[in-house]
């Protein structure tokens, strides 16, 4: 797991530094709108959309922002419609690419991410070809504490959590989604300090890179998310700290 998640807490930060504020609020209204069209528009019965306006709510995201963003996703907003749209393919070193988009012209982002893909060594590919291989999935990261790890561990199990990770700089819970919440409230009590509480697409095998296919994969996988209809994007990349910080010092 280390690779790819270590490399969108890089690009958390990133965003938060140098981003223009107009953009990042549209990439976050964009989920709370896929959130609502593949759960529904409760926040209590959709842990994704949950999720989303969390996320929203931290970037201070106006809250008639939010509600504009979940009535366009239920479809009491009349205007512009906005479709979603998963893309599958390969990257450089055979690394499986998930790219969920929310798009109103289907043809025009099809053709941008296809260019996208072959720009930077990977390939689109046809759908299913690679959506086996992951599976959606709580995902809880937390700082890193020696001292706590067992307790942490122990609470996590017990509220609801699959699996627990240790990496270089935190601890990596794996839930079912619907646990999410009932996880990250009991860590919440323990005192445990939590970098990010999400869904995600989970893979079940990693592909190691380094070198030249290290830093291609990387910079097709910033040239995704920077696209503006592109709502999320998994990979099953593995790629160590140092490349990683090789590539965002470039």
Known sequence: MSGHSKWHNIRAKKSAADAERGRIFTKLTREITAATREGGGNPDTNVRLRVAIEKARENNVPADTIK??????????????????????????GVAVLVEASTDNRNRTSASIRHLFSRYGGNLGEVGCVNWLFHRKGLIQIERNK???EDLMLTAIDAGAEDFREEADYFEVICPPENLFQVKEALEKLGAKLISAEI???????????GEEAQKMLALTNALEDHDDVVQVYANFDISDEEMAKFTAA
């Open 68 to 93: 504009r963003a979940i009535q366009k996703g239920t479809g009491e907003l009349p205007g512009q419609t906005f479709e979603q749209v998963f893309y599958e393919g390969y990257g450089p070193g």
């Open 147 to 149: 001292e706590k790890e």
């Open 200 to 210: 995600s697409m989970v893979p079940n095998t990693y592909v190691k890179l380094s």
